[in-house]
């Protein structure tokens, strides 16, 4: 997938306030506040950043975390993910594959049928709801 690059300075004329601190600086909105946390419209969430879709609504369930969580994205090759060892803990960082903006971590305690929980910030996306 072409990577999308582009200057710190174009990321924040482009992004909100809240999208460009999770995105671009890997910032985390406070749980049970962000958009779409407890959403059950019918759509695609794609990311704020580039417009890559990334997650089916039909994949989101309520994990009862305060943010939007999801057993699989849409395509594997939507998401990249890396290790994560900031604030003393392990973690699995998602990010976009187009534009690399930060969209949450993905853990291992999710439903069936990957067993996988992607906890996404929901400033990090915005839902195209489907006619």
Request: a neutral charge; glycine letters at 10%; charged letters at 30%.
């Amino acid at each position: 997938m072409e990577k999308i690059q582009k200057s710190d300075e174009e990321w924040r004329a482009e992004l909100s306030p809240e999208a460009y601190k999770v995105l671009r600086k890997h910032g985390t909105e406070r749980a049970f506040t962000g958009p779409n946390w407890d959403s059950k419209e019918k759509g695609t969430y794609i990311c704020a950043g580039c417009g890559l879709p990334l997650f089916s609504s039909d994949t989101k369930y309520d994990s009862g975390t305060g943010w939007p969580s999801f057993y699989a994205p849409i395509d594997k090759e939507s998401v990249e993910t890396k290790e994560d060892r900031s604030f003393f803990m392990r973690r699995t960082e998602v990010h976009c594959a187009r534009c690399e903006g930060h969209l949450g971590h993905v853990f291992t305690d999710g439903p069936k049928p990957t067993g996988l929980r992607y906890c996404m910030n929901g400033a990090a996306m915005k839902l195209e709801k489907k006619d």
